[in-house]
């Protein structure tokens, strides 16, 4: 597929389907890379309605790259602006959630996503970028290391019942 009919967007609610299909996708995904992400079983709802309410949410933004001519969203990204109440820049843009179809990938759609919200974040006042995805996901690390992202926090955890 052809990117040259991509535009990317502030999602709407037009798009919620196209949306939630993707970022089910990406928790599916998740689960397949670590088995730490066990998804629920009501999952294409509980998607729904996070992607309704991050429309709603002012500290959210859900960007689509939109394939006009296929009529198709290629793409999503999704961040939320964090306050950091003890440290400078005060507030950081964290993206929780990118996905590419897989027709559209290796094509810079990603790329052009990440800078896109990244725009936006800074627009919104935010002065970083932070990205959270599993540990073991590889291409994550390489994809967002190819752009300059390096590590700012360690996340560890343990199941509370054992």
């Known amino acids: 597929?052809?990117?040259?009919?991509?535009?990317?967007?502030?999602?709407?609610?037009?798009?919620?389907?196209?949306?939630?299909?993707?970022?089910?996708?990406?928790?599916?995904?998740n689960e397949e890379l670590d088995p730490n992400f066990k998804v629920v079983?009501?999952?294409?709802?509980?998607?729904?309605?996070?992607?309704?309410?991050?429309?709603k949410d002012d500290r959210v933004v859900l960007l689509v790259a939109y394939d006009a001519a296929a009529k198709l969203v290629a793409g999503v990204i999704r961040f939320e602006l964090i306050d950091r109440h003890f440290y400078e820049p005060k507030i950081k843009a964290e993206i929780t959630d990118l996905y590419?179809?897989?027709?559209?990938?290796?094509?810079?759609?990603?790329?052009?996503l990440v800078q896109r919200a990244m725009e936006e974040a800074r627009k919104l006042g935010a002065g970083i970028v932070t990205v959270v995805y599993p540990a073991g996901n590889s291409?994550?690390?390489?994809?967002?290391?190819?752009?300059?992202?390096s590590e700012l926090n360690k996340e560890l955890y343990r199941p509370c019942m054992e």
């Open 1 to 29: 597929m052809s990117i040259e009919n991509i535009v990317i967007r502030r999602a709407s609610e037009e798009d919620v389907d196209q949306v939630t299909e993707l970022v089910a996708r990406l928790k599916s995904l």
């Open 41 to 55: 079983n009501y999952l294409d709802k509980a998607v729904r309605e996070y992607v309704q309410q991050s429309l």
């Open 100 to 112: 590419v179809r897989p027709q559209y990938r290796r094509k810079k759609l990603g790329v052009m």
């Open 139 to 149: 291409i994550a690390d390489s994809f967002y290391r190819s752009l300059k992202f």
